[in-house]
């Protein structure tokens, strides 16, 4: 693609408030977050109900056919859900740089392989959410033992792990609700400002901006305002990373991560 005559008036901002755009962007993520918690609590709670009226009824459980069909409606919700993210996010990025677009997904107005980007994140993600749904399918497993050398009858173990799992699955789904919907909007915003830079001939810079509250992680508060050229890594708590979200850091600086990244051309003036 070549680049476009006028792309550098349309993107430049001249000034940037990086509070003010990260305020935006944590209201954008917290909507979807809330929305796909819903999703997941509803899908986890149907996973325990249907296993636990199996064994309820015939006394059996088996981990590994549970941790199979519960992938079976746990994936296509999470590539579902990274489709909506993706788009939303790009489309939030277009809304900067240009008032009128059609109903598709672009990059300053021509359409990109968005579905190509969607499946090559979910495909770096799908050993991870099996080890999701394993831990889940285990953990179940883990109370009917527990309930087993208690010498409890079948329906109290079945009460029993119904009432443990409604605190498990609900935290267990705020944490993934909360950790994907950012790690997947931190890597399309990246993608979205990687194709500004390579195809329309721009010099991108990059800015870490962390919560400001006492939740944050010290070593995501030191990198407040780190500010690198866009093919460089932020280095967080020693840890090389692209972008909030990018699994270079590692789980201990991904997981449940609220810090996110301005992107701005070069010329650009960041307060």
């Not at 005559?5 to 209201?27: D, M, P, W, Y």
């Not at 979807?32 to 059996?60: A, D, I, M």
């Not at 705020?174 to 500004?196: K, L």
Request: hydrophobic share 40%; glycine share 6%; with cysteine.
């Amino acid at each position: 693609m070549k680049p476009l005559a006028n792309s550098f008036n349309n993107f430049r901002q001249g000034r940037i408030n990086t509070r003010a755009e990260a305020r935006k962007q944590l209201v954008f993520r917290n909507n979807l977050e809330k929305r796909f918690f819903r999703q997941l609590t509803s899908l986890f709670n149907k996973f325990v109900n249907t296993n636990l009226y199996l064994y309820k009824e015939f006394g059996q459980y088996e981990p590994s056919i549970a941790q199979q069909r519960l992938n079976e409606e746990f994936m296509p919700l999470m590539l579902a859900h990274y489709k909506r993210t993706f788009k939303a996010m790009y489309n939030f990025d277009e809304d900067r740089v240009q008032s009128k677009k059609a109903d598709d997904t672009f990059v300053f107005g021509r359409s990109v392989d968005f579905e190509n980007v969607v499946n090559q994140y979910f495909a770096s993600r799908q050993l991870i959410l099996s080890g999701i749904s394993f831990r889940l399918a285990t953990r179940i497993s883990n109370l009917i033992e527990q309930g087993r050398l208690d010498d409890l009858t079948l329906p109290q173990i079945a009460k029993l792990v119904s009432e443990k799992f409604k605190s498990i699955g609900r935290g267990r789904a705020a944490v993934i609700a909360r950790t994907e919907t950012h790690n997947a909007a931190s890597f399309a915003n990246h993608a979205y400002h990687q194709t500004v830079q390579q195809d329309l001939g721009m010099k991108m810079l990059k800015q870490w901006i962390a919560t400001g509250d006492a939740r944050t992680r010290p070593a995501h508060a030191s990198a407040n305002r780190q500010t690198v050229d866009m093919d460089e890594d932020f280095i967080i708590g020693g840890k090389p990373m692209s972008f909030a979200g990018d699994t270079k850091g590692g789980a201990a600086n991904v997981v449940n991560c609220r810090c996110v990244i301005i992107y701005v051309d070069e010329q650009d003036l960041i307060e």
